[in-house]
């Protein structure tokens, strides 16, 4: 039994890898792959490897052309902090009632932050102010 388990057994050893002197070209030797060598093929290497410019609105994202970022105006920032401190509160005691980080609260009161009108409503019901519309820049 154990022999005919033996005749179909492989003992051969498996190598992984590149095999010594296996080249792209087909069989040709390196030498043939060269400039004016008759019946050689010249290869352009970085063709296949070119990166695609896409469509040109994917360019303007990637500029800078842009320009700045709009923040939150300085006077809504000295509003939100003089409510704030009209109230009695810390800036944590504020995020906490209107469910925002702290660091929000700092951003918007040191005029970093970028305007998001839901943050400012919440805000404008937390601390019984107006910040947006007409009203607000009015007053």
Same mark, same amino acid.
């Given at each position: 039994?154990?022999?005919?388990?033996?005749?179909?057994?492989?003992?051969?050893?498996?190598?992984?890898?590149?095999?010594?002197?296996?080249?792209?070209?087909?069989?040709?030797?390196?030498?043939?792959?060269?400039?004016?060598?008759?019946?050689?093929?010249?290869?352009?290497?970085?063709?296949?490897?070119?990166? #695609? $410019?896409? !469509?040109? &609105?994917?360019?303007?994202?990637?500029?800078?052309? +842009?320009?700045? *970022? =709009?923040?939150?105006?300085?006077?809504?920032?000295?509003?939100?902090?003089?409510?704030?401190?009209?109230?009695?509160?810390?800036?944590?005691?504020?995020?906490?009632?209107?469910?925002?980080?702290?660091?929000?609260?700092?951003?918007?009161?040191?005029? #970093? $932050?970028? !305007?998001? &009108?839901?943050?400012?409503?919440?805000?404008?019901? +937390?601390?019984? *102010? =107006?910040?947006?519309?007409?009203?607000?820049?009015?007053?």
């Amino acid at each position: 039994m154990s022999k005919v388990l033996d005749d179909r057994q492989d003992w051969k050893p498996v190598i992984i890898g590149k095999k010594k002197g296996a080249s792209r070209g087909g069989g040709r030797p390196p030498a043939a792959a060269g400039v004016g060598v008759p019946g050689a093929v010249a290869v352009s290497k970085g063709a296949g490897n070119r990166q #695609r $410019a896409g !469509p040109d &609105n994917y360019r303007a994202l990637d500029s800078d052309e +842009a320009g700045p *970022v =709009k923040t939150v105006e300085l006077s809504l920032s000295r509003k939100i902090q003089q409510a704030r401190q009209d109230k009695k509160m810390t800036q944590k005691e504020l995020a906490t009632m209107v469910n925002e980080q702290q660091r929000v609260i700092q951003d918007y009161e040191s005029g #970093r $932050a970028v !305007p998001n &009108n839901q943050v400012l409503g919440k805000l404008e019901r +937390a601390l019984g *102010v =107006k910040l947006r519309g007409k009203a607000a820049r009015a007053a």
